[in-house]
């Protein structure tokens, strides 16, 4: 790859995958196993984060319990993955792919999805070749994406930091970045509402081609 190329790190939930509608369905039923109230995309946008824990934290005034998060962890993922199938690509998401890897630009995929569950569901989508690589969670913490970013482009040889762009839709993808050297832009169209993207001090954009405009501006 030219050292003067842009090299992307893309963000599979909530912002390759339009899936914000099955988190909810999915939260909600892990909500209702503790007996809390549902809550609406505009309250989960306004008050998510990671690690979840803290997520629940805003929502109930307290940490959930050990046996609390088991349930919700489980119940979650359950009621998810059952809905997942089912989710579409963000729109424009397939054609910004093919078109990037048509001009012979590069890109990666990193998620926390489980890596076992993140790759089938790629290939679904006929969009595992757009990438150079294509990287879930395999053990480690579900604490944040830094840990996961700094394997990710250690495997991504020869490609320097500078160069790379990572697009997503939270807050933690912006951090990531920043911990390995790199720029962010985020998408508000998954989990995060603008207003709270905003505090990572990155740009802000409502969609993907935006993104990757605003993405090759910024390493240009």
């Not at 599979?12 to 369905?25: F, M, P, Q, R, Y």
């Not at 890897?101 to 070749?129: F, N, Y």
Request: with cysteine.
């Amino acid at each position: 790859m030219g050292k003067q190329s842009t090299h992307l790190v893309w963000d599979w939930n909530g912002t390759l995958l339009d899936d914000i509608h099955a988190v909810i369905e999915a939260t909600n039923a892990s909500f209702a196993e503790i007996g809390l109230e549902p809550i609406t995309l505009e309250r989960y946008r306004d008050l998510y984060c990671v690690p979840v824990p803290r997520f629940y934290e805003r929502l109930m005034g307290r940490f959930p319990t050990d046996a609390e998060w088991a349930v919700m962890d489980e119940v979650f993922h359950r009621h998810y993955w059952q809905r997942a199938d089912a989710c579409g690509l963000t729109t424009g998401a397939a054609e910004l792919l093919a078109e990037r890897q048509a001009a012979g630009r590069t890109q990666s995929l990193l998620s926390l999805a489980p890596h076992e569950h993140l790759l089938p569901i790629v290939r679904r989508h006929g969009i595992e070749a757009r990438f150079t690589r294509v990287d879930g969670r395999i053990g480690g913490s579900h604490t944040g994406k830094a840990e996961h970013m700094v394997r990710h482009l250690a495997a991504l040889e020869g490609v320097a930091p500078e160069r790379i762009v990572v697009i997503g839709d939270a807050v933690d993808d912006a951090v990531a970045a920043r911990h390995v050297g790199a720029r962010a832009v985020l998408y508000s169209g998954g989990s995060h509402s603008t207003a709270s993207l905003r505090v990572a001090g990155v740009p802000v954009v409502d969609t993907l081609a935006e993104a990757v405009l605003v993405a090759e501006r910024l390493s240009a």
